[in-house]
Structures are given as structure tokens and as C-alpha cells.
């Protein structure tokens, strides 16, 4: 039998509003469905399902989607989606619930015998001699060594689409430099280049002087095609299109060579001048015929060597740029020009960002953060020179500068430059998040970026940034909140069980504290263990009692080291539950990627962690002592409470005050001086200020009270939740600590922490406050017995005999809490609870809207626009329900901030190190920003920095 009763979940409770993150398969769905919980966890609806409350079953992209969320988050890193791959994109699930696209302008991977290969343009000599990249999407393979016969030189695609460019004579064996591949001397003084691309190749002739440069000038290369016709294009460059359909599928640009003047054809003062191409059709294929500006040969200012250079590309490529007063095609080109190069006009760059590339539609997602990233291959200066990013319409391959598309909206303005041979090329990224996110509001086939200088008659400002054809491919980093999102983390999971407990259970709050500060603190133990076995670095911080190790070797699965570690803390807590439905519906949400032998370890760590804490606090003082029945003396606490028969229930847990804390060193450590300073009972009873506080609690807090406003009535009981049945006030706590967590994003292994601080603050309340209670010279009689008795013997105080509380219990009966009031325990709670959430979010100023389990407050939701305003109105309610005096609540919402603010300063603190450590590598400044601002908001590290390397990523160091 699982439960002695169960709880069905109250009616009208509103869901609590998270940030809107998932994917397909929430883990709150996977974690409460699995089983009917007899605790009453079972999840609202869900959008998806049908009247007869069946759920469509998820795909199996949703479900690596789902599964790479919950790994994410448990892990603490980024787990690529790898069934989302496509030539051009690459997702992740982050650790916060977000889902991160990388969409390349050019292909970064492609299929190669059914799986993905990386594109990787280094060439490599075959066993036969030939050539080859590592990997290349169009299969490119180059010429070794060949007879006087020549032969194939470059062959392109597969063999339904296939271009290969001859050369007639011999070849030598080339020389391999990355991705450029040099035969030397294929005419006399002249040396054919050619370089991979991602899409196609290069080939360039390099003639050393003009007497070459005469033989050079005029060639045919014969080109065999399967699958594919070629004709000339208005821009003097070569159209490639599907034999069958007409569709282009490749071109070469027009072709252009230029003199060694400069170090590349690009930099100031370079001498350039453009290449004819005249096709002649063969039944197997053409003839490209290549003749080369002999007058610009002859020039005596073209300084020798000279480079020409014809390009065929096999794709639709989505590049380009214009330049003022020129019609050529430039999409094919390694670099795109932005600026006024030297003595020329100025340059603008297009670049095209298909959705249909990714498998990952922005439309309609909640996108928090997008990067340009680009490859600065040139600059004409180091010092920093202002450019441009702006949204414009498509471009294409005949875009020239008289036809650009419509500049529509500036994005962003940039300094940075890089290029230049004393700042060298450099990636950089630029935030364009205000874009994309209005890119996301409207669905469309292509997003465009345009690149463009701020000054364009500026020269210094010329820049050149690496195309899609570069190893260097732009790219756009997005990320972004789903649609759908696991609602809790396996931490915000057992908190859930931990309420529905207290709702069963009951009782005082402090036992009930204790229980949840066993349950987190054994959680932290267990999360920590396991992420420092994966490395040391990702340690949360200091244990709290201990870090096992696993047996097997294992890296252990952090959920099921939290599953196991609360599971077997409650049990021990709550001997009369069953909590094992709980356990086998957590189980069931671990990724299946998680092996047999990781959940063993994981599992083991949590027993152990549980094994401490459960020791830990044998013999702790929490055991039950004799009856409290206080006196009858004035002032001092009598019963409030009497049973069926008439007898008085005595006051609850006396003994609470000399319980083991978990964090601070006793339970007087923050004892006040008394009631308005007073020491004395009798000192007390004649003061001004209490004759004030009891004529103050006697006007608000009747239940017929005519000066208690409205708001102020249903706040008081909003905060009540002293009836069993609800969850206490610990548990209203957790409830809006698991709002304000989702509501910054806090992680699963942060929320470890953080629920871990919260619950060592408010059960170290509870030792304080009944320090307070029942430990000090004056055990202060609650507001109904001072204002019914007449007995104090100040003047100022009247007695009324029919008084009575707002307080009622389920009966119907008014009541106060069976202990004494000095100090209130619900301020002590709110003021722990308090300052632990400022401390670990950094600031007061943080607005959300709370729930409450009170039976008379069903439904009821209060906004606060700060957390100090939430605790002040906790802490006055009391006053307005009629069971303390004000300063029962002053005095303990202060000793509890002083509490938490204790433990959160010598209770499991962050990691540290004297130097500055190496933590991650991460892609790009702001997702490596992100990352160290999350370690450091989560209070895993102290300090962080970002390093950039020589490619979009840097390292992410930790102090």
C-alpha cells in the first residue's frame, strides 16, 4: 500500500509560470505520468492532448530532442541534437533549457555511405597518386602525376552530376599546401594552383613574367560533364544546370587575374583586370576557352607574377558582392569585399541564410540571444573602423550593385578589424539578436544579411571578410526558448514530493523544515559527487558532508544520483510512506543514452550522500521531550488549543530550539535582546510598547475587524497555511523558490545548490525562532489570551473576552498556533528564505507572482515587485490574522536574514582557485560570456574570463 490517504491536487491552483522553454516530450509529462502518484502530483493537460487524454506519442527527433534537454541540463554542458544535423546546421540543448542553431552559409558536413562527414578541405595524396580533401561534399578529387597525354586535372560530383576540367599535357606530381595543391611548371615559367573549396575549386595559372605570360594567355581546357549543360552567362561567367530540369546547379563566376603589385588582388593598390571565357560544346562535353587581357599583360606598371584565375563551383551559392560601377559575378568568390578598396570603388557583401537548410525553424521561437560570425581575412588598417550589419532582401548570383536588394533595417554598427599584417585575421562575432528576433515573427525561405561600411570614400575601412566557399564559412548562431519545455528538473520534482508530503503528514513547521533540509542537502551531496567525477572543474562547490566516489567506475548519472538521494532521505524521514512510485516514475525520465552502469553509479553516489546526511543527524535533538503547558502567569504562553475532551494540547516541538543546526553553530547564536528590548515579564506587561503592539494586533487581526482592509485579509491568509493539509510555511517557500528559479533560468545542478541554501536557512530558522519560543526568560502568550485576560495590569490594554483571531481552522473554530509568539515563525521562515534568495541571485529586485496552498485562499495569487516585499507582507500578516504581535515578526524576519546570511557565507561555497583555470572551450565571446556568467550566478566559481583562440572559440577560464 503506498499511502495511508491520499492528497488530490487543490482544486483551481494555478500553474506556476515558468519561462516558456521545451521540446517535445516535457520532463514534468515524462516524470508525472509514468505513474499515478498517490501523492497528488499528476500534470495539467497538456496542449497536445486529445479530449480522451491521450497524448500523441513523440517522434524520434522529439524524442532525442527531449532526451538531449534533460542530458543538458544534468550535465551542466551543451548536448548536440545529432538526428537534427543537416549539411548546413548543427543543434544543441543547452544546460538552461534553451535549444542553440548554428546555421553555415556553406556546408559544413555532408553524407558520405549513409553518415555524416565533416567537411574538412585539407588535401591529402590517395594511394594511387591523386588527390583529395579529407572530405569534400562534392566528392573532389585532383590529378596526381599524368603522361604527356594530360588527362582529367579537377573532377567534381558524383556520377549522375559530374564536371571534369581536363589539361592537355603533362602533369607533375603537386605539392600539397592545406587546401591548395601546386603542379609546377605545367608551361614553361608558368605553375597551375588549384585550391578546395567548399563547394567546388579554384584554379589558378601563376606566370612568372611576360614572356610565360604569352603562352598563357590563350588555352582551351577541355570539360566532360554527365548530368549537366553549360552556357555562358550575361556577367561573362559559365551557368552549369541540370540536363534534365534546366535547374542551375553550379557556375564559375567571371574570372579575373591581377599582378603581384600587393600581397592578394584585394589590397590596396592591386592591379586587377578581368578574363574572357567563351564555351564551345563537345558530345561529351565543352571546350572553356580562356584568353586573358594581353594588354594588360604587356602593361610595363603589371608587376610579374600574375595570377589567373578561373573557379567552378557545383552548388547554388549563397554569397556575393557588389561593387559600384561593376556587373561581374562574384558569388563564387573566396572573399567578400565591404568597403572603398584603395583607388577603387566601393564593395558591399551579401549573405544568404536559407531556412530550409535546418531542421530547426526560428519562426515563431522565443529567441534570446543570435551571432553573426564571420572570418576577417583583411583589413587595410588595424586601428578599428566602423561597419555595418543590416537585414536586406535576398541576393543572388546576378546581383550586382545597380540591382542590389532593398537595405531594409541596420542591425548592428562594428569596430572590430582584423586582417591586416600587424592584427592578422581573426574570427569575430557581432550580436544581431534584435533581428533575428523580428526574422522569428515572420516565416520566409530566406533571412539575408548585408555588409556594407559605415564611410564608404573612407579607404582604411576595406575590409575583407571569408565567403561560404572559405574554410572560414559565415555562420548564425541562435538561440532560442522552444515552444514546449520540461516544466521541472528532477531537483524541482522531488521538491513537489517533499510538498505533497508535508500537505500529508503535518505537523510544526521545524520537523518539517528539517525534513526538507535532509532531502536537499543529501540532493547537493549527490549532484556535486557526481558532476566532480566527470572532472574536478565542474564540481558545484564545496560538499556538505560528503563526495562518494562509485565502485564500478562509472561516470555516475547526476539524476539518478538526485533520484536516489531524495528518495532514500524521505523514506527515513517519513518511515510510514512508500515513496518507491516516486522513484520508478524519475527513473523513467533519464535519457536512455544513460548507460546501465552510469545509473549504477549515479544510484550508489545517492545512497550514499543519503547514508550521510541520514547519520548526520542521529541523536540531533529533534527527538520528542516532555509536554510543554507553559504557566498561567501573566504574559507567559498557556495552551490555545484544547482536544475533543476538553484537554490542552500542549505547545509544539519545545524542543526544538536545541536541535542541531545545519549551518549556523546554535540555535541562540542569533537570539534578539526580547519583545521591544525587554528582558523581563514584568518589565514588558507595563511598557508603552507592548500596551501598542496588543491595541495594534486587537484592531487589525479580529476576525469581525473594521479597520483590516480588504487586501490586507486575504494576504493574511494567503500566507497562512498553518492547517495540515496544506504545505506548511517551508513549503510555501519552496514554492516560490521553484518560481523565482524558473523564472531566471536557474539549472539543474544549480538548482541543487540553491534549494540546498534555502533549505538550510529556513530549517536553521526554525531552530532559532523556537530558541526564541520556548528557550528565553519570556515565552509570550499569544494575542488572544492577552486581549481575552484581563491580567497584564497596563492601563492602557482593555480586555474582550469575545475576541477572537482571523484565524480559523477547518471547523470553522478560530485558533492560534500552539506555541508561544515571541518570535513568529512564519517571519523567521520569510526572513531565512529571504535573504538565501538575495544572496543567491544578487539582488532584491526581482518581481513574481506566488501561490499559496492555504484552504481559504484557494486560487489566490499576490504579485510582489520585490522579495524583501514578499517577506514584509509575510511577516505583517501575521499581525493581520490576528495570532502575533508586530514585533514578533520584526525581530524574527531579522534573526532568519541573519541566519541565511551565515550559512550562505560558510555552507557549501563556491569552488576556488588561486589562479585563473582553464574550464571549457566554448563557441564564440558571447556563449562563452553566457557560460561564466551562469557558473558564477549559480555560485559554482567566483570569477570568470573569456580568452579567444584563433577560430570563433574561446576559452572560458574560472577563479
Not at 534534365?244 to 592591386?270: I, K, L, N, Y
Not at 499581525?879 to 541573519?898: C, E, I, M, T
Amino acid at each position: 500500500m503506498h499511502r495511508h490517504r491520499s492528497v488530490d491536487p487543490l482544486p483551481g491552483r494555478p500553474p506556476r509560470r515558468g519561462r516558456a522553454r521545451a521540446f517535445a516530450l516535457p520532463l514534468a509529462l515524462a516524470l508525472l505520468t509514468q505513474t499515478a502518484v498517490t501523492l497528488g502530483l499528476a500534470p495539467a493537460a497538456s496542449a497536445t492532448e486529445t479530449d480522451a487524454g491521450t497524448a500523441p506519442a513523440p517522434s524520434a527527433a522529439q524524442q532525442e530532442e527531449s532526451e538531449a534537454l534533460v542530458t543538458a541540463e544534468a550535465q551542466g554542458r551543451r548536448i548536440e541534437v545529432v538526428g537534427a544535423r543537416t549539411e548546413h546546421t548543427t543543434v544543441w540543448a543547452n544546460p538552461d533549457g534553451t535549444m542553440s542553431v548554428e546555421s553555415s552559409a556553406g556546408p559544413v558536413r555532408y553524407r558520405e555511405n549513409g553518415r555524416w562527414a565533416d567537411v574538412d578541405l585539407t588535401l591529402v595524396r590517395n594511394a594511387d597518386g591523386s588527390v583529395a580533401p579529407k572530405g569534400h561534399p562534392g566528392d573532389l578529387r585532383l590529378a596526381g602525376r599524368t603522361g604527356a597525354a594530360g588527362g582529367d586535372l579537377v573532377t567534381l560530383g558524383d556520377g549522375d552530376q559530374q564536371i571534369s576540367l581536363g589539361w592537355k599535357g603533362a602533369l607533375p606530381k603537386p605539392r600539397l599546401d592545406g587546401t591548395e595543391a601546386t603542379y609546377d611548371d605545367v608551361m614553361p615559367g608558368t605553375d597551375l594552383v588549384v585550391r578546395a573549396t567548399r563547394t567546388g575549386f579554384e584554379q589558378f595559372l601563376v606566370v612568372a613574367d611576360r614572356e610565360a605570360a604569352e603562352r598563357a594567355a590563350s588555352m582551351t581546357l577541355p570539360v566532360r560533364a554527365e548530368g549537366l549543360k553549360a552556357a555562358e552567362s550575361a556577367d561573362e561567367g559559365l551557368v552549369l544546370t541540370d540536363a534534365d530540369t534546366g535547374e542551375e546547379v553550379g557556375r564559375t563566376p567571371t574570372p579575373f587575374m591581377w599582378d603581384s603589385s600587393t600581397t592578394h588582388p584585394d589590397a590596396p593598390g592591386s592591379r586587377t583586370a578581368r578574363v574572357d571565357l567563351d564555351v564551345t560544346k563537345r558530345n561529351d562535353g565543352f571546350d572553356l576557352s580562356v584568353e586573358a587581357d594581353k594588354g594588360f599583360l604587356a602593361d610595363e606598371d603589371t608587376q610579374y607574377p600574375v595570377t589567373i584565375d578561373p573557379a567552378v563551383y557545383l552548388t547554388s551559392n549563397l554569397d556575393t558582392e557588389v561593387h559600384e560601377g561593376d556587373t561581374s559575378d562574384h558569388s563564387a568568390d573566396y572573399g567578400l569585399n565591404v568597403g572603398r578598396e584603395y583607388q577603387k570603388t566601393p564593395a558591399r557583401a551579401f549573405i544568404n541564410f536559407p531556412r530550409e537548410y535546418s531542421d530547426v525553424d526560428i519562426t515563431g521561437q522565443d529567441v534570446v540571444n543570435a551571432e553573426l560570425n564571420l572570418y576577417s581575412l583583411w583589413s587595410d588598417v588595424c586601428t578599428p573602423q566602423s561597419w555595418e550589419i543590416w537585414e536586406t532582401g535576398p541576393a543572388t548570383a546576378s546581383t550586382t550593385w545597380d540591382t542590389q536588394p532593398v537595405w531594409r533595417t541596420q542591425a548592428r554598427t562594428s569596430t572590430q578589424t582584423f586582417g591586416h599584417d600587424d592584427c592578422g585575421p581573426e574570427w569575430l562575432n557581432e550580436d544581431v539578436t534584435t533581428l533575428v528576433q523580428q526574422w522569428s515573427k515572420t516565416s520566409r525561405a530566406i533571412d539575408t544579411i548585408g555588409l556594407r561600411a559605415t564611410d564608404e570614400d573612407n579607404t582604411d575601412a576595406f575590409k575583407i571578410f571569408a565567403s561560404s566557399d572559405s574554410e572560414f564559412t559565415p555562420s548564425l548562431l541562435v538561440t532560442f526558448e522552444p515552444v514546449t519545455a520540461p516544466e521541472k528538473d528532477h531537483v524541482e520534482y522531488w521538491t513537489d514530493v517533499l510538498q505533497a508530503t508535508y500537505r500529508e503528514f503535518g505537523g510544526a513547521p521545524g520537523p518539517l523544515a528539517r525534513a526538507g533540509a535532509m532531502v536537499h542537502g543529501a540532493v547537493y551531496d549527490a549532484a556535486n559527487a557526481a558532476r566532480c567525477a566527470e572532472d574536478e572543474l565542474l564540481c558545484l562547490g564545496d560538499a556538505y558532508l560528503v563526495k562518494p566516489t562509485a565502485s564500478n567506475g562509472a561516470v555516475p548519472d547526476v539524476n539518478s544520483a538526485v533520484d536516489q538521494a531524495a528518495h532514500d532521505v524521505l523514506t527515513s524521514v517519513f518511515p510510514g510512506y512508500d515513496f518507491s512510485d516516486e522513484l520508478a516514475a524519475a527513473r523513467a525520465t533519464v535519457p536512455a543514452a544513460v548507460t546501465a552502469a552510469q545509473r549504477a553509479a549515479g544510484a550508489e553516489i545517492g545512497q550514499k550522500a543519503a547514508a550521510a546526511m541520514i547519520a548526520d543527524r542521529e541523536n540531533d535533538g529533534s527527538a520528542a521531550v516532555e509536554p510543554y503547558y507553559g504557566s498561567e502567569e501573566p504574559g507567559y504562553w498557556r495552551p490555545t488549543l484544547f482536544d475533543a475532551t476538553g484537554a490542552p494540547v500542549p505547545g509544539a516541538t519545545p524542543q526544538w530550539g536545541g536541535v542541531k543546526p545545519f549551518g549556523i553553530l546554535s540555535g541562540s547564536q542569533f537570539r534578539t535582546a526580547g519583545p521591544g528590548g525587554h528582558t523581563s515579564m514584568s518589565s514588558l506587561l507595563a511598557s508603552p510598547e507592548y500596551a501598542a503592539q496588543v491595541n495594534d494586533v486587537k484592531a487589525l487581526g479580529g476576525h469581525d475587524s473594521t479597520e483590516r482592509t480588504k487586501d490586507q485579509t486575504e494576504a493574511a491568509k494567503f500566507w497562512a497555511n498553518d492547517l495540515n493539509g496544506s504545505y506548511k510555511p517551508p513549503g510555501q517557500l519552496f514554492e516560490h523558490t521553484q518560481i523565482l528559479s524558473e523564472q531566471q533560468g536557474v539549472s539543474m545542478a544549480g538548482n541543487a545548490k540553491l534549494f540546498a541554501l534555502v533549505s538550510f536557512a529556513m530549517a536553521d530558522a526554525a531552530i532559532v525562532a523556537w530558541d526564541m519560543k520556548y528557550r528565553t526568560d519570556i515565552d509570550l502568550w499569544r494575542p488572544e489570551t492577552a486581549i481575552q485576560k484581563d491580567g497584564d495590569g497596563n492601563d492602557a490594554t482593555e480586555p474582550d473576552e469575545d475576541w477572537t483571531p482571523l484565524l480559523v481552522n477547518l471547523m470553522g473554530a478560530k485558533f492560534s498556533p500552539y506555541f508561544p509568539a515571541y518570535v513568529s515563525g512564519h517571519a523567521t521562515f520569510a526572513g531565512a528564505w529571504e535573504k538565501a534568495v538575495q544572496e543567491w541571485f544578487g539582488t532584491d529586485d526581482i518581481g513574481f507572482t506566488g501561490t499559496t496552498d492555504d484552504q481559504f485562499a484557494i486560487g489566490v495569487t499576490r504579485h510582489f515587485d520585490s522579495i524583501s516585499e514578499a517577506a514584509l507582507e509575510n511577516q505583517r500578516g501575521r499581525v493581520w490574522l490576528g495570532v502575533h504581535y508586530d514585533w514578533d515578526g520584526v525581530d524574527g524576519r531579522k534573526a532568519g536574514n541573519q541566519a541565511a546570511s551565515y550559512i550562505a557565507d560558510h555552507t557549501i561555497r563556491p569552488n576556488t582557485a588561486d589562479t585563473w583555470v582553464a574550464y571549457e572551450q566554448v563557441h564564440n565571446l558571447n556563449g562563452c560570456a553566457a557560460l561564466g556568467e551562469r557558473l558564477v550566478a549559480e555560485h559554482r566559481w567566483n570569477e570568470y574570463r573569456c580568452t579567444p583562440t584563433e577560430d570563433p572559440e574561446h576559452t572560458l577560464y574560472v577563479r
